[in-house]
């Protein structure tokens, strides 16, 4: 445990809006993927994923033609391609990033979600939540090389690019590893204070990943063991975490909150709270630039006729995509 004057010695970390992009309707919306390679955000809404250049906010273009609702998003740059999927009609779509016109239409299963790119095998991980299953593409030749059975109903999935890919199993409250070299399931590992685990995010250097769970915790979990780190308090209505390698931060957005919670990695094994940002209620997903610590968060104006006390409403057309930049 590090001695109290020394965290109190580093400073609080800040962040200020410094641009919102108009992304409208459809209002429905999921998650919201950062890709470095090309500096691009991919935003998925409705029947689409909108692409947004990550520097100066300019809407480059949207991937069209998912009628049953887009969810994950998944960068295979060596190929060339994009993947997003229709979860309704429980297939994933290749896209070219260059076009943004679809390729591919992939069977995979009905609830398709979160999807992962595996960087040890290239391969695309489609996560399958009410069915608990995982579809594998090979992004070469677009077609499924296995399925594999995740035990329960399953959320948000991260690659450590070393062969291994964790899941969120939401029902049984447990990370779902996969050895993405033979397709198999090789531990599940429970958290037992974690109620509904959404968000996922890993530090591949130290080993550790971070669940965000809808009961108002992060949970920090050994990569290698399985072994419960730390659990730590964070907002209402978590459905993503993103970790920030440079700055050593952690993310939680939360949704019913409108806050991001910010912890600090003081080393493997000590998580601390340092801060709160304030953003907007529905502001539940988000992805940030590991290079420069901006935050990109995905969300809505209130509907102002919302049931009182219900889940918040987004007002028609009001998406937007929050551009929070580090106040050095």
């Not at 209002?27 to 935003?43: L, P």
């Amino acid at each position: 445990m590090l001695a109290a004057h020394s965290l109190s010695a580093q400073p609080v970390p800040a962040y200020r809006l410094t641009m919102s992009v108009a992304l409208g309707a459809p209002d429905r919306w999921d998650y919201v993927v950062f890709d470095a390679s090309s500096h691009r955000v991919f935003a998925a809404h409705g029947d689409r994923v909108s692409v947004i250049d990550g520097h100066d906010g300019a809407v480059l273009g949207q991937v069209e033609g998912m009628p049953g609702g887009t969810h994950g998003i998944a960068i295979s740059s060596a190929t060339g391609k994009g993947y997003t999927d229709d979860g309704k009609a429980g297939i994933a779509v290749a896209f070219d990033l260059k076009t943004l016109k679809t390729e591919s239409r992939i069977p995979a299963d009905v609830d398709a979600d979160a999807i992962a790119f595996d960087g040890a095998t290239g391969h695309i991980f489609v996560i399958e939540g009410d069915p608990a299953k995982i579809t594998v593409i090979d992004p070469k030749t677009d077609s499924v090389i296995a399925t594999i059975g995740g035990g329960g109903k399953l959320e948000y999935a991260v690659a450590d690019d070393s062969g291994a890919v964790y899941v969120n199993g939401e029902e049984k409250r447990e990370i779902v590893r996969i050895n993405a070299r033979t397709n198999t399931v090789d531990a599940h590992w429970p958290m037992p204070a974690c109620l509904s685990p959404h968000g996922l995010a890993i530090d591949v250097v130290a080993h550790r990943l971070f669940s965000s769970c809808v009961n108002g915790v992060l949970v920090v979990v050994n990569t290698d063991t399985g072994a419960i780190v730390a659990n730590v308090p964070i907002g209402k209505g978590s459905d993503a975490v993103a970790f920030d390698p440079k700055r050593n931060l952690v993310f939680s957005s939360n949704g019913l909150d409108g806050t991001v919670s910010i912890l600090r990695e003081t080393d493997a094994n000590n998580f601390v709270p340092v801060g709160t940002i304030k953003t907007l209620v529905t502001g539940r997903t988000m992805a940030v630039d590991p290079e420069t610590g901006r935050l990109f968060i995905a969300a809505a104006d209130v509907d102002p006729s919302a049931t009182p006390g219900g889940r918040p409403r987004p007002h028609p057309g009001s998406l937007k995509l929050l551009f929070l930049d580090p106040v050095h």
